[in-house]
């Protein structure tokens, strides 16, 4: 375990850093950010693990928020002569993708390779307890990475995330490379790698995600939006995240009963909601312009899952869901790492005839195709 972690915070340390990392031949990777504690999430730590091929090791944590350039970093994470070590990997690609325009490649993901060698928890902590008999300390998962500075034991908290990795990584490759897996992993990396961070949505399709949005009228609707709209100039005003301004519930309590007062704001939500008091006067305002907007409203965005099976093909998903489920069994991994529930229901959709036919289903997997492919043909069969 590393005594001390050397936060990089200046330039000329900071290309130093990447200078060398550029010779190491596999680098642990991790990222530490504030979204629990500002408007707009955004990375505050790098973690980095580098292994050199004479096996020497080297521990660092960059600073984002002091370091005004962090371009150089690009080098070293796109090389793919240097194997990236990350745990739950979609997270940090995105960030890093979204705050830096960083491509990271090629990776190995210890939680994509824990779920395929057939651990029972995919947890960084679960594997470094599985793997070494070290309980890692969890303490500060929700802390202000944002705030400076940081204690040494932050700092040993941050870096313990990349530390493992290198051992975890030689573990789960040979343990990989006997269950005859590494296609699979490989795939899994490769698309795992093209993850993008998502396009925003138009402020109304955010509001419809608001959990019980969907059963508004249209005219609660158009308050609710008012009322979101409001809550985000707050939020970023105030530098802080939307659910510690406003919560959902409290704005679709507001947009169901509309009051108009402060009076009957007290009535509507709890006494201490900050909508009922800090915020009154910009709730009441937002509540009012959204009664008196009579603008339509666009209908929903199609959604992009599967379409809905008719009543054969509902009966041949059934049989699908049971076959992936004991060939998940006899190999000792969890269901999804076989089929999850969107592919078997394409694949109910399209009724494959053959592998030609199976491949090009959507979501359908080269590895798929090859370790189960003429199971599943079977199933679509009437087999199986």
């Known amino acids: 375990m590393p005594e001390t972690t050397p936060l990089i915070a ?25 979204s629990l504690h500002a408007y707009r999430e955004q990375v505050c730590l790098i973690q980095v693990t580098a292994r050199y091929p004479d096996g020497r090791r080297e521990n660092a944590i960059i600073d984002p928020l002091a370091l005004e350039d962090l371009s ?40 994509v390779a824990a779920q395929l060698v057939g651990l ?3 947890g960084l902590a679960d ?6 008999g070290v309980k890692l300390d969890k303490r500060f998962q929700k802390h202000d990475w944002g705030r400076r500075p940081l204690t040494e034991e932050q700092r040993l908290y941050a870096i313990l995330d990349t ?6 990584y030689d573990r789960m490759k040979s343990e990989l490379e006997a269950s005859g897996r590494m296609d699979q992993m490989a795939e899994e990396m490769r698309l795992l790698e093209a993850t993008e961070p998502p396009e925003p949505l138009p402020d109304i399709e955010r509001v419809r995600r608001i959990k019980g949005a969907s059963r508004l009228t249209e005219p609660q609707l158009r308050v609710l939006l008012s009322l979101w709209r409001t809550r985000e100039r707050l939020a970023e005003g105030l530098g802080r995240p939307t659910f510690k301004v ?33 915020f ?37 998903l059934a049989r699908l869901k049971e076959w992936r489920n004991r060939t998940a069994k006899a190999e000792g991994v969890p269901p999804g790492m076989v089929a999850n529930n969107e592919l078997l229901h394409r ?17 359908m997997r080269q590895w798929q195709v090859r370790r189960h492919g003429e199971a599943l043909l079977e199933v679509v069969r009437g087999g199986g």
């Open 120 to 122: 029972p928890r995919h």
């Open 10 to 34: 200046e330039p000329e340390p900071f290309l130093a850093l990447v200078e060398r990392l550029g010779g190491c031949r596999e680098l642990a990777l991790d990222t530490e950010a504030n």
């Open 246 to 278: 406003i919560s959902n519930q409290d704005l679709l309590l507001l947009a169901c009963d509309q009051p108009t007062s402060r009076a009957a704001l007290k009535q509507t939500l709890a006494p201490r909601s900050p909508a009922a008091n800090r």
């Open 347 to 363: 694949i109910a959709q399209a009724e494959p005839a053959t592998l030609e036919e199976l491949a090009r289903v959507e979501g």
């Open 163 to 168: 530390y493992y990795l290198p051992d975890l």
């Open 72 to 111: 150089p970093l690009a080098g070293p994470l796109a090389d793919r002569a240097i194997l990236k070590l990350l745990h739950g990997a979609s997270y940090d690609i995105v960030c890093l993708k979204r705050d830096f325009n960083f491509a990271i490649h090629p990776i190995f993901d210890t939680m």
């Open 280 to 316: 009154a006067k910009e709730v009441l305002a937002a509540i009012r312009d959204g009664l008196e907007d009579t603008t339509p409203l666009p209908p929903p965005a199609a959604k992009n899952g599967p379409g809905r099976l008719s009543r054969p093909q509902e009966r041949l």
């Open 127 to 132: 594997l470094v307890d599985h793997y070494f």
